[in-house]
């Protein structure tokens, strides 16, 4: 029982500590929008990924940066209403 | 062990990554001088720039082997050196300095505070400082910030606090800055965006509703903790932040960029906004608002400025204006802001201005440029922008206002600074006939973009180049005195005579120099303390200063055939085999040894090294000999002209040399022995300077005439310049002080010799055909040399014709006019408001337009006339997005060019209206486009092969061959063979391998007496696939997006079923394994080169080297990857590299292995950039690693630099 404990307070640590780390009743909601934010924060992260997409779009880097953070306010759209969280989120 | 099966492959830079991420300015070296630092991909490099030039040099590089986020500059308050903070991929601050006198930097502090990696909340990405130093901040781009105090101990050494935080969940930093607050406690401002609101309200009213704020994050440093001071609303389109001078200097605060405003915000002052002028044009559009990308502000004497930059490139110089109380003194309250158009420069990473006058732009794309300030933009006609007309409030709408672009008045360009990011094709072949390829590059965005040519080669400035009338056979240049600092005559040999030039004012002949005119000469040397010897075939003619002449004549039906000289010592030897030595005497004359020594074959040449300094005599002979030896001979006083060692040589030697230069391995000068052959090939041993042995034999190939030999000065250091087909340098590398040697980018010589003259003093002279030339090389730094030809629109790929030197360029660019828009809006303008000038879009851009695609098929001449020869506009919004050469069977096998292009496509999200593939007739010998006809698919084509006499095509997800029809494409076959879009085709005899956009790539067969396509074998992992190419008939190399390079293959059992006889049957009726193919690939190499690579191909790099895998990537890298031959080698290499990863590990603090194995492990690769690291340690450390290894360093470096030489530069 200790033990069991214990792996919920470090799993708590670990949520408080990392963002998106995951637990049993994690939404899909939740996991798409931590999927949508670490991707994005990885693409500006990434200064060739960056600068790849720049060229791509025809757009200064700075510029989609900005873009890529604005999804990363967005994350995965608006939350489902209360209750209904199993239902398919259209992102 | 399972790896003894494995293949291995050496990982090697050829040329590091050209895209600078950041780049920051200050005293690095504790002197007045500011130097700048750069972060490009892992290399760190501090650069000097050099006022009186106006040009900028590296001065070292490292690679720290980790992702540089961030870098920052700071000085401890009473200190007059900066210090370099790096924000990295390793989870930890590293602070490290520049130690000049060593050349390197060192590192001082190394914090861990989090996981590794590039993660969203894991700090890195900002990294900001205190002006005055006590402590900086590094955040991430999502809740964590992290504050360090910096601070000095009793013993002056840079002290840092444990980290406090200033952590807030949930909230997104758009920016960071910190203020400049005198010596209160430090400010640190930041643009933040909470958004767990917005997560919790599913009506999306709170989303609405988010606002971004600045907030002030206070380090209270008598508390020695963090607090959140205060915060405002600002403009939600907020993307940067500025330090505005505080303390004395200034009124504190920060800028808030904005799109279409700026505006001043502090907590104890009003607001004020000045919006961002647009531009005015025929083709701009008057309703885009601008961003601006980058910025500098720039403190003087009493005054401040900044310097932003729109994202057209325009720079706008904004300025503060103060109240001021009755008396006319400042109070410190901000009273408005002004802005106004300053000059236009390529848009920049980083912005530098130094304090000597000077810009430094670290452009986004294209060379870097250094400009020096003409003036201020003080008192100029353009019109300022008072905050005074614009309210404060963001939310109340202001009219927009303009300016004119015009040509720089302010900036001067001084040095553009090539660079190739970002490459997005390179070809490599071999077109000029050299015995080495070149390669091709297109790169660049925009209207900067180019097309380069890059082969290995030292640049060559040439003084002088004279005709002479009949062809001269030697060249040399001699001083009158030992004590002349330059050069006097030039003495020229020709088949049956002597000439003598003296070099001055004019160089012209003189006749009354007392050298024997009437035969050829065979040396010169100035002897002794002022006079001067001449040799030649009957013998050797001693010219003194006071005029007098004395001869020593060869014996009887002998002549001499080879002679050595030095300050003191002359060896000659005869036609009969025999050499006879000579010394300088106490009074200046020539004695000769009393006993002649007889060799056993015909002497070939002969080599005195140089007088050792404060010695009498050079204490060897090196005599090269037609029966293929090279003997040394002693000449010291006891042992006179006896045998000390022979080396052996593959052919006979034609020329040698005894020099002492810089080496690598004991840290000073060595004696080296040059050898040339007459093969061809040019040897370089060591001369043990006590035994007079010869060990460390390194060989290389330089051409197909015999090599000659001379030793040549350049940039302080001694050289030997090498001539067989074409001339080539032996030097030591700038930085690792190992041997280096390359080719000049000069025709073949035959002779070649030291110059030194007032206007020229380290020169070179030389003999090509019936031309003296004299020339000298300017740097040693960078032996890519690089030739550019600019080009419209960003390029995507390129092709080559089949048989001519041409280039078949696609270039395409988003979001810009096209030219035909462009052409209308301007005459339209005409016609309404008379003549209007168009500004050149190489330095201005193009006007942009949203959603619409200008893209055209250039056709580049890199060999003859080095120019764009053709051009062709795409109309219809269609943007090309893929080219082949394909020669058609059903049109006698003539060659049509194909492009492939996009109609309204748009990248994000990525959709187009349907895709066109064109068809192009060759005229003129492939220097002009007939347009045949064009087909629609429903998906833009991105990838186009040749293949067996018709064109596969990947459309979407689909496959397709199609074969060519009078009015349009004809489908054959298709099938569909990948999950979602494909972007590469190779194929080898009925082989495809197609990769897919995020699904690795798939192996198909193509059946041709079924007419099917089968995929029969693909890949475990999702790779993001750019390019690929076949290394052999069941493997290929690739790369991914995210910075890998891997190697797969095929299982040889898969690749034979694919090929049995018969009809595919039972390939298409094989049951798929999970969602799959049936069978899959095999994994043999994986690496992290963190650069995307852009291209791959299987080649050489070097004549008589082996086949190698050379790479280009995104951010301008070269690389290559060796496969090694035996087991031996990679044990070597191995624990090489597991030796260097312990005894240095990389600087910013990641571990090597992780940062290799970034995605996924590293596989079957050593890493040569991290070996090539041995060159950089100190002695003692080189000698803890030999002996760890159980090898001498000499052994070691040779090893190491074999692994580049032999395949590449």
Known sequence: MADKLRTLQNLEALQARYVGTGHADTTKYEWLSNIKRDSCASYVGHNPLLSYMAVGMGEPKEKVRIKMMEKMVRGAGNPPEVGLSFLQIDV | ?1209
Not at chain 2, 550 to 562: D, G, L
Request: charge should be negative; aromatic fraction near 8%; include cysteine.
């Open chain 2, 1 to 1209: 062990m399972a790896t003894t099966s494995h293949m291995f492959m050496y990982s090697l830079t050829i040329q590091p990554p050209t895209a600078i991420t950041q780049a920051i300015l200050g005293q690095f070296a504790g002197t007045k001088e500011q130097q700048i630092v750069t972060a490009s991909g892992s290399k760190l490099t501090i650069h000097r720039p050099d006022a009186t030039q106006g040009k900028v040099t590296p001065l070292f590089s490292q690679d720290v082997f980790g992702i540089i986020r961030s870098l920052a500059a700071f000085r401890l308050a009473g200190s007059n050196k900066d210090y370099i903070i790096i924000g990295s991929d390793s989870g930890r601050i590293t602070i490290i300095e520049y130690v000049p006198s060593q050349n390197r930097f060192s590192r001082i502090h190394l914090e861990t505070f989090g996981k590794s990696g590039v993660r969203r909340v894991v700090p890195g990405q900002y990294l900001v400082v205190d002006p005055k130093g006590r402590a900086c901040l590094i955040a991430s781009l999502e809740k964590n910030k992290l504050v360090y105090v910096l601070n000095r101990n009793s013993q002056a050494e840079l002290t840092i606090s444990s980290p406090l935080e200033a952590h807030k969940p949930q909230t997104l930093v758009f920016a960071m800055t910190a203020l400049d607050v005198g010596y209160e406690n430090p400010v640190f401002a930041a643009l933040e965006v909470d958004y767990s609101e917005a997560d919790q309200d599913p009506t999306g009213q709170a989303y609405e509703e988010i606002e971004k704020v600045l907030v002030f994050y206070e380090l209270d440093l008598g508390l020695n903790h963090v607090v959140r001071k205060w915060s405002d609303p600002v403009d939600r389109t907020a993307n940067m932040l500025f330090q505005v001078p505080g303390g004395a200097d200034g009124p504190s605060g920060v800028l808030v960029c904005a799109e279409d405003n700026i505006t001043y915000r502090h907590s104890n002052q009003d607001a004020f906004r000045v919006p961002i002028p647009r531009r005015t044009g025929a083709t701009e559009n008057p309703e885009r608002k601008r961003t601006i990308v980058s910025g500098v502000m720039h403190k003087m004497r009493g005054a401040f400025f900044f310097l932003l930059q729109s994202e057209d490139g325009d720079l706008f110089k904004l300025t503060l204006d103060m109240v001021e109380d009755e008396n006319g003194q400042l109070t410190g309250e901000v009273r408005r802001l002004k802005i106004k158009y300053f000059d236009t420069v390529p848009v920049a990473s980083s912005l530098l201005i130094l304090k000597s006058g000077f810009l430094y732009v670290a452009s986004e794309s294209g060379n870097h440029n250094f400009y020096q300030f003409e003036k201020l933009g003080d008192d100029d006609e353009e019109i300022e922008f008072s905050s005074d007309n614009f309210s404060a409030d963001p939310s109340v709408p202001y009219d927009p206002v303009f300016f004119r672009p015009r040509p720089a008045e302010n900036l001067n360009l001084m040095e553009s600074l090539n660079a190739l990011n970002p490459m997005t094709d390179s070809k490599i072949a071999n077109l000029t006939g050299e015995d080495a390829p070149q390669i091709y590059t297109v790169g660049g965005t925009g209207a900067r973009s180019s097309f380069r040519t890059l082969k290995h080669g030292l640049a060559v400035s040439e003084i002088v180049e004279s005709e002479l009338r009949t062809v001269p056979s030697a060249v040399w240049t001699t001083k009158l005195t030992r004590g002349d600092e330059y050069d006097a005559y030039i003495v020229l040999s020709f088949a049956n005579g002597t000439l003598v030039l003296s070099i001055g004012e004019v160089v012209e002949e003189v006749s009354d120099t007392g050298f024997l005119s009437t035969a050829p000469t065979l040396a010169v040397q100035q002897l002794g303390e002022d006079s001067l010897i001449q040799v030649h075939p009957r013998g050797i003619r001693h010219l003194m200063a006071d005029r007098r002449v004395n001869e020593w004549p060869a014996p009887q039906h002998r002549s001499i055939v080879a002679a050595a000289t030095n300050q003191r010592q002359v060896a000659v030897a005869l036609s009969s085999g025999e050499i006879v030595y000579f010394e300088m005497d106490s009074d200046g004359s020539l004695a000769e040894y009393d006993e002649r020594r007889q060799m056993s074959g015909t002497v070939t040449c002969l080599s005195l090294g140089e007088v050792p300094e404060g010695r009498m005599r050079s204490s060897f002979l090196a005599v090269g000999c037609d029966d293929s030896t090279v003997r040394i001979l002693s000449l010291d006083p006891d042992s006179t002209l006896e045998n000390k060692s022979v080396q052996a040589l593959t052919s006979a030697p034609s020329a040698l040399n005894i020099i002492s230069m810089t080496d690598s391995s004991s840290g000073g000068t060595t004696l080296y022995l040059h050898i040339g052959l007459y093969s061809g090939v040019y040897l370089r041993t060591v001369l043990d300077e006590v035994t007079g042995e010869l060990s460390d034999t390194r060989t290389r190939f330089l051409g197909a005439k015999p090599v000659k030999l001379s030793q040549v000065s350049v940039k302080g250091q001694t050289a030997v310049l090498a001539l067989s087909s074409r001339p080539w340098l032996g030097y030591s590398d700038v930085q690792t002080k190992s041997f280096m040697l390359t080719p000049l980018d000069y025709p073949g010589l035959e002779w070649g010799w030291n110059f030194s003259s007032e206007q020229c003093e380290e020169g070179m002279i030389g003999i090509q055909g019936k031309n003296l030339r004299i020339f000298s090389i300017d740097k040693l730094d960078n032996n890519m040399l690089q030739e550019s030809i600019p080009l419209a629109h960003t390029p995507r790929r390129f092709v080559k014709h089949p048989e001519q030197a041409l280039f078949y360029v696609i270039e395409s660019d988003n979001n810009v006019l096209s030219s035909a828009t462009q052409k209308s809006l301007i005459e339209d303008s005409r016609s309404r408001n008379g003549e209007v000038d168009v500004l050149p879009a190489a330095g201005f851009g193009y006007p942009r337009g949203q959603g619409h695609w200008a893209s055209c098929i250039q056709i580049v001449d890199p060999v003859t006339s080095k120019q764009v020869i053709f051009s062709l506009d795409l109309e219809d919004n269609e943007a090309a997005v893929s080219i082949a050469a394909v020669p058609f069977s059903s049109q006698d096998d003539e060659t049509f060019l194909v492009v492939g292009t996009a109609k309204d496509m748009t990248s994000d999200p990525p959709s187009s209206s349907g895709g066109f593939i064109h068809i192009y007739r060759f005229q003129e010998d492939g220097r002009e486009l007939e347009f045949i006809h064009k087909t629609k698919v429903d998906d833009p084509p991105l990838a186009l092969l040749a293949f067996q006499g018709r064109v596969l095509a990947g459309v979407g997800s689909l496959l397709r061959l199609y074969d060519l029809g009078m009015k349009q494409l004809l489908r054959k076959c298709q099938a569909h063979v990948v999950p979602h879009t494909i972007v590469g085709l190779q194929t080898q005899g009925s082989r495809i391998i197609v990769s897919d956009v995020r699904d690795s790539v798939t192996y198909v067969v193509y059946k041709y007496q079924e007419n099917v396509l089968i995929p029969f074998v693909d890949d475990t992992v999702a790779r993001w696939t750019t390019s690929t190419a076949m290394v052999d008939y069941e493997t290929t190399a690739g790369g991914d997006k995210f910075g890998n390079i891997w190697l797969l293959r095929c299982p040889t059992k898969f690749s034979e079923e694919a090929d049995e006889d018969g009809s595919g049957a039972h390939l298409l009726h094989e049951r798929g394994y999970l969602h799959g193919t049936p069978n899959r690939l095999d994994l043999m190499v994986h690496y992290y080169v963190q650069d995307i690579p852009t291209a791959i191909h299987k080649t050489q790099l070097v004549a008589g080297g082996r086949d190698i895998l050379v790479w280009t990537g995104f951010q301008g890298t070269i690389g290559m990857f060796v496969p090694f031959v035996s087991r031996e080698d990679v044990d070597f290499f191995q624990s090489l590299e597991m030796q260097l990863a312990s005894q240095t590990p990389p600087l910013a603090g990641r571990d090597h292995l992780i940062y290799r194995g970034y995605y996924a492990p590293s596989k079957g690769v050593i890493d040569g950039d991290l070996c090539e690291m041995y060159f950089l340690l100190p002695n003692d450390t080189k000698k803890m690693i030999a002996a760890e290894l159980d090898r001498s360093v000499r052994e070691i470096e040779r090893k190491i630099s074999d692994m580049r030489t032999r395949v590449a530069y």
